[in-house]
């Protein structure tokens, strides 16, 4: 049987810019070419925004008719979860972390599943079997949570292989090894997936990587079909979808033609001047320029270093800006400056982090889980973000503090409240501003105001695997 994986289009990418395009027709490619496939897999964030504008969902169908003129030659085995009715190519997805949201409020993935576009699967297992051969492949998704909890999620969820079939488990998570993860929390490591699978296959990080193949946790990342964050191993590394013949145990990566071109330059200024500095830019990008593309390329450039030149980053990106897609940035140091361990810790910290250590030193307290209530507001779950600081208790040798805080606080409605949905929620103004502060640092999806409480999943203050599984 042959199954092709088509991971991360992340459509709406860029809308309303340059780059409104490219994650369609990057997609529209891989669809195209893997029609022909008895099985498609799209392990999450197939959409950039959980609730994407009905324009990106309108063009994204075009994308997914492409499968329409496909064969089915699948038909549910006794031992799947889920049976569904498809048209053409059969098609299974997860939804990935940008598409996650609140339990009780449907996600765009579960939309196209209602719409006969595609399966939806999260801890469950679709099992089909070929109705000429009679061979059996098991897929079993868990779609994405967040970091902190996916341990404890595949934990309870806990997938076994179907006898006598190619067993596939999907998921769309960090997984240790591969990218960045939080000392502080737990996170997927190899030794977390689990045994006895013939493929694991992993959505969310952007670059390919099949060098587990063969190996006890053959785990493959298929990357992403655009890049969204122009890091350096994007650069090096195409973009594309993979293909799986069960029959031989091949996997294969495939690279596609459509994306942009991308190039990711880092320039050392150490002592240079202004001009010089600008010299080498000029000599960097006439080396790009030089190449032909039919798209402008995306280029990031990374000034590092030790100087005290002055360098504007805003000529830089005007001088170039008809020519490429570009980001630069600077990451030297001047002289007067110290490399304290304290800066260089600050320095390399993510924006999450740093969002996390406004939020604790704006609402510093024995009593204040910081933590929890950053992973509501990020998620914009602020009803329950306000339920969880009224439930808080402050500590009990401060009550002068709480009863001053008390006669100063200014009451503010949330949108339920003035509908009269439930009972009266109110919070302090410095908490509001810190929610505020919050979603400008870290950033949310302009589209999910409207979405309601879902405190009732909350339980003093933290969140259980019931949220998620």
Not at 332 to 337: A, E, G, I
Not at 378 to 401: K, N, R, S, T
Request: negative net charge; proline residues 4%.
């Amino acid at each position: 049987m042959k199954i092709a994986i088509v991971s991360d289009t992340h459509f709406g990418y860029g809308w309303e810019s340059e780059r409104s395009n490219d994650s369609f027709d990057n997609a529209r490619e891989a669809f195209r070419r893997t029609v022909d496939a008895d099985l498609v897999i799209l392990p999450g964030d197939i959409y950039d925004h959980k609730v994407p504008k009905q324009e990106v969902l309108g063009r994204s169908i075009d994308c997914f008719n492409e499968y329409r003129d496909g064969a089915c030659n699948l038909v549910f085995a006794e031992e799947s979860d889920v049976e569904y009715e498809f048209t053409g190519t059969p098609l299974v997805a997860i939804h990935g972390t940008h598409e996650r949201r609140s339990r009780g409020f449907m996600n765009p993935i579960e939309l196209l599943d209602k719409m006969g576009y595609l399966l939806h699967l999260h801890n469950e297992k679709a099992v089909f079997e070929h109705a000429e051969t009679g061979e059996k492949v098991a897929v079993h998704g868990m779609s994405g949570v967040p970091e902190r909890y996916a341990p404890g999620v595949l934990e309870k969820y806990d997938p076994q292989p179907v006898d006598d079939a190619y067993n596939i488990f999907m998921f769309h998570q960090s997984v240790e090894k591969f990218v960045y993860t939080s000392k502080d929390h737990a996170a997927l490591t190899l030794e977390h997936l689990p045994d006895g699978f013939d493929l694991l296959v992993d959505g969310h990080i952007h670059w390919y990587d099949l060098s587990n193949i063969g190996k006890d946790k053959p785990l493959i990342l298929p990357g992403s079909t655009i890049s969204t964050q122009m890091r350096k191993i994007e650069a090096e590394k195409p973009k594309g979808y993979v293909t799986v013949d069960t029959e031989t145990g091949d996997v294969t990566f495939h690279e596609l033609e459509t994306p942009r071109d991308q190039y990711y330059e880092e320039i050392v200024v150490d002592d240079m001047s202004s001009s010089e500095i600008m010299q080498v830019v000029d000599q960097t990008m006439e080396k790009i320029l030089d190449n032909d593309t039919v798209k402008r390329p995306l280029v990031r450039i990374v000034l590092s270093g030790k100087t005290d030149a002055t360098v504007k980053l805003a000529d830089i990106r005007k001088q170039y800006r008809d020519d490429v897609v570009l980001s630069v940035s600077k990451t030297f140091k001047t002289s007067s400056q110290t490399a304290s361990p304290d800066t260089f810790k600050e320095s390399t910290k993510s924006v999450a982090e740093r969002g996390k250590d406004l939020l604790q030193s704006k609402v510093d307290g024995d009593g204040m889980h910081v933590e929890n209530l950053f992973e509501l507001l990020a998620e914009e779950q602020l009803d329950a973000a306000v339920d969880f600081v009224e439930d808080l208790e402050l500590p009990a040798d401060e009550p002068d503090d709480a009863t001053e805080a008390t006669k100063d606080t200014e009451t503010v409605q949330t949108d339920a409240d003035s509908a009269d949905t439930g009972p009266s929620t109110e919070v302090d103004q410095e908490t509001a501003e810190t929610m505020q502060t919050v979603d400008t640092v870290y950033g949310t999806d302009e589209a999910d105001d409207s979405e309601e409480s879902d405190s009732q999943l909350i339980n003093s203050g933290d969140r259980t695997l019931s949220d998620f599984s």
